[in-house]
């Protein structure tokens, strides 16, 4: 079994940044592209960001791509997201999942899902 842990949202002033981690326990994530989502209150759930297990191989939502930056440390068992330049439609809950087996495809529900960490954008 497969456990993902979010840390590092909270309240940021537009423009501001936040980094996120997630972190896994029990089995390794290592196989696994990982891939982070939102969902804002009231709004479906929208899928950010992906990393590759194998090439470290990225791809991001239109509504993110140049502001955030996905990234994972194997040695520590993590992945990151960084973000900046927040606006408050970056509010929302963020949670990491695993994607595929090795590479981000997005072809199928993600197997194992953290328990999100809230991320608001606020002034």
């Known amino acids: 079994q497969l456990q993902l842990v979010e840390s590092g949202g909270g309240l940021v002033q537009p423009g501001g940044s936040l980094r996120l981690s997630c972190t896994s326990s029990g089995r390794t994530m290592d196989l696994f592209a990982i891939a982070w989502f939102r969902q804002a209150a009231g709004k479906e759930r929208e899928r950010v960001s992906c990393i590759s297990a194998v090439s470290g191989r990225t791809d991001y939502a239109d509504s993110v791509e140049g502001r955030f930056t996905i990234s994972r440390d194997k040695a520590k068992n993590t992945v990151y997201l960084q973000m900046n330049s927040l606006t408050p439609e970056d509010t929302g809950v963020y949670f990491c999942?695993?994607?595929?087996?090795?590479?981000?495809?997005?072809?199928?529900?993600?197997?194992?899902w953290g328990q999100g960490t809230q991320v608001t954008v606020s002034a």
């Open positions: 999942a695993t994607d595929s087996y090795y590479y981000c495809s997005a072809s199928a529900p993600p197997e194992y």
